[in-house]
């Protein structure tokens, strides 16, 4: 079946490093493909999205390109903040678009 | 608009007992979700709907049981708890099935079974 694998992380950084966190993906067809960050003791809050192959979803100064050669949608920011602290999760959205499939979430903590 | 909203925000239950959660939005989205939380393992969908009236299994629906009797209104049902309902569950709602469209989440709700 469809899945998602990330990076679990946690990941620490200091503020203004950059930030990588890998995602790929296993599915028949051509998903859609998404990044939703949850902050702590909140809901997901969607951060970008990509619906085709070679398509950049930005957001925030995030970024993420749909690579259809590697299956993967991985997640980069040049320069992160304290702010950018939370979990994050890359999600595939099935062709019958009845329900995502989630990978497990990456741990990001930004020190100052 | 509130978007959606999850009640309780948190419970503790003992193991046989029941519970519902509610589920609300107000952005007349048709399409409503229950996922549960847990480490490790992200989101899995336990049950959806695609309008009022009707509901549908997602990928682990063993123990639950939910209703949309009205569009804004999903319940997810616990008929007997058990430790291993244990999670933090969250709802979704999205406008339409599209694969491009984007689900909307609650601020979850904490379950603790004992």
């Known amino acids: 079946g469809d899945s998602v694998t990330q990076m679990e992380g946690p990941v620490t950084l200091s503020e203004e490093a950059f930030l990588t966190i890998n995602c790929t993906y296993t599915a028949t067809g051509y998903p859609s493909l998404f990044w939703y960050v949850q902050y702590p003791g909140e809901g997901l809050q969607l951060l970008l999205k990509?619906?085709?192959?070679?398509d950049k979803g930005s957001n925030k100064g995030f970024e993420a390109t749909y690579r259809k050669e590697t299956t993967s949608f991985h997640l980069e920011k040049g320069s992160v903040q304290v702010s950018d602290s939370a979990v994050y999760f890359c999600a595939l959205s099935r062709r019958d678009g009845q329900n995502f499939v989630f990978g497990p979430g990456t741990r990001l903590s930004v020190l100052p | 608009n509130a978007g959606v909203t999850q009640t309780p925000k948190f419970r503790v239950l003992k193991t046989g007992q029941s519970m519902t959660l509610l589920c609300a939005q107000d952005m007349n989205h048709e399409y409503m979700y229950w996922y549960r939380q847990d480490p490790g393992m992200g989101l899995r969908l336990i049950h959806y709907?695609?309008?009022?009236?009707?509901?549908a299994k997602g990928e682990v629906p063993d123990g639950y049981n939910v209703s949309r009797l009205k569009k804004q209104n999903f319940l997810l049902g616990l008929e007997s708890a058990a430790p291993s309902q244990t999670s933090v569950y969250f709802c979704?709602?999205?406008?339409?099935?599209?694969?491009?469209?984007?689900?909307?989440f609650g601020p979850g709700t904490r379950l603790l079974v004992l």
């Open positions: 979704a709602s999205s406008y339409s099935a599209i694969t491009q469209e984007t689900q909307y």
């Open positions: 990509a619906t085709k192959a070679d």
């Open positions: 709907s695609v309008g009022e009236g009707t509901t």
